[in-house]
């Protein structure tokens, strides 16, 4: 059993087993970039970092739902303005359906930003009768047969794209990308349903209804309009999963929430990482580098996760049960959630941890929870297929139900 007392340090994950990890040729070369990384500005702040962790809190107490969204492995070609506007499209319009379904506040999060990287069950393929490296993301490899050599100068490449990517995000929310006032803009091009794009329609008149009679009673006046009406948060997500990148941009600042402002351990690549089925062992380097730092983190589970592991694991991650600190993604697959789900439940409730959960991608679609509530709306937008969308769910019956999208 780990000692969860031990001490810890950003570099204390390379005393601890690794899986998932790359070979490069020229290790002193990796160096240097990691120290240029090293060098270059946090991408986001701990004050950011702390507000997604209250919001995951209130996900975790029933309160509000989580929606995430985005590719399953980032390409450096995606940093650009049109696949970045219609990913934050799609978040947009699904957060607006529930929020006007469910009357809940949603915390948005997008697989935007970083996530480049991608673990692999081999590490070599065959190509035309011979083997060549395994495509492991565009911050270790290129996709070309040709270009499989790990290449450290792409984890500077993943640096500035996660950059440019942040910053037009940043730029077009702060300038009215997500203003409640104009939601007709987040146009439907890509949903070739019909009656999908009047029921999301539907919504957006009604919502642009009650706008103008709050405008009316002067309540929607230039002088008095909510923030909440003219941008959103959202957070960015990547799995974790290259530790020396990680390393690299993990920070001691002063923390927003001590009155002292004592410095903490801060990812400053990413509002949320989490840890893969592959890299989930307790005693494990991702595990090790992950439970030192502040952002929230998610951690996937699925049928190979045994119930009685699960104490363990989140007890290294966070030894201080905080609410909201971890998320569980579940990935079972569509139809072994009975099989799995309640185990898992019961042996979180037991280990006294209240975590987000959230289902992760599956085959198929489906808006009927474990527990049998309905919600037919969450199928407006199922037929996008060029991102992933999860969404967490707790009933007004139940704290421990999910609806797979």
């Known amino acids: 059993m780990a000692n969860h007392s031990e001490p810890w340090s950003p570099s204390s994950w390379q005393s601890k087993p690794i899986k998932q990890d790359v070979t490069y040729d020229d290790e002193a070369h990796v160096e240097r970039v990691l120290q240029k990384v090293a060098h270059l500005p946090p991408l986001v702040t701990p004050a950011e970092i702390m507000k997604l962790r209250e919001q995951l809190k209130e996900v975790a107490l029933g309160n509000s739902f989580l929606l995430q969204g985005g590719d399953c492995a980032e390409l450096f070609e995606y940093c650009s303005q049109d696949p970045i506007e219609s990913k934050l499209k799609v978040l947009l319009q699904m957060s607006l359906v529930l929020t006007w379904g469910a009357r809940t506040s949603v915390v948005r999060m997008a697989r935007m930003a970083g996530q480049y990287a991608k673990p692999r069950s081999k590490l070599t393929e065959m190509y035309e009768g011979r083997e060549i490296l395994s495509f492991r993301g565009d911050n270790v490899n290129g996709f070309d047969p040709n270009d499989r050599k790990p290449d450290p100068e792409r984890l500077l490449g993943a640096y500035f794209h996660s950059a440019s990517t942040l910053n037009y995000v940043r730029a077009i929310l702060s300038s009215g990308f997500a203003d409640l006032h104009r939601p007709s803009s987040w146009n439907l091009d890509h949903v070739r349903s019909s009656p999908l794009r009047q029921e999301y329609q539907t919504i957006v008149d009604r919502l642009l209804e009650s706008l103008d009679f709050m405008r009316t009673i002067g309540a929607d006046s230039p002088q008095g309009i909510p923030s909440s009406l003219n941008t959103v948060d959202i957070f960015m997500s990547h799995e974790g999963l290259l530790l020396e990148y990680e390393q690299s941009l993990t920070r001691h600042l002063p923390s927003p929430t001590d009155p002292k402002g004592e410095r903490k351990w801060y990812n400053t690549g990413a509002h949320f990482l989490w840890i893969g089925d592959r890299t989930r062992q ?102 996008v297929k060029f991102m992933d969308v999860h969404v967490f769910y707790r009933s007004k019956n139940s704290k421990s139900c999910l609806i797979l999208v």
């Open 282 to 383: 307790p005693d494990g380097a991702h595990v090790e580098y992950m439970r030192g730092i502040e952002n929230p983190i998610g951690v996937k589970v699925g049928p190979t996760t045994k119930p009685e592991d699960l104490p363990e694991l989140l007890n290294r991650i966070d030894p201080k049960k905080e609410i909201g600190k971890i998320t569980l993604i579940t990935r079972y697959g569509a139809g072994n959630v009975e099989k799995y789900l309640p185990a898992h439940i019961e042996a979180v409730k037991e280990s006294g941890h209240v975590v987000v959960w959230r289902e992760g991608s599956t085959v198929g679609s489906t808006d009927t929870t474990l527990c049998g509530y309905h919600h037919g709306r969450l199928n407006l937008l199922s037929g």
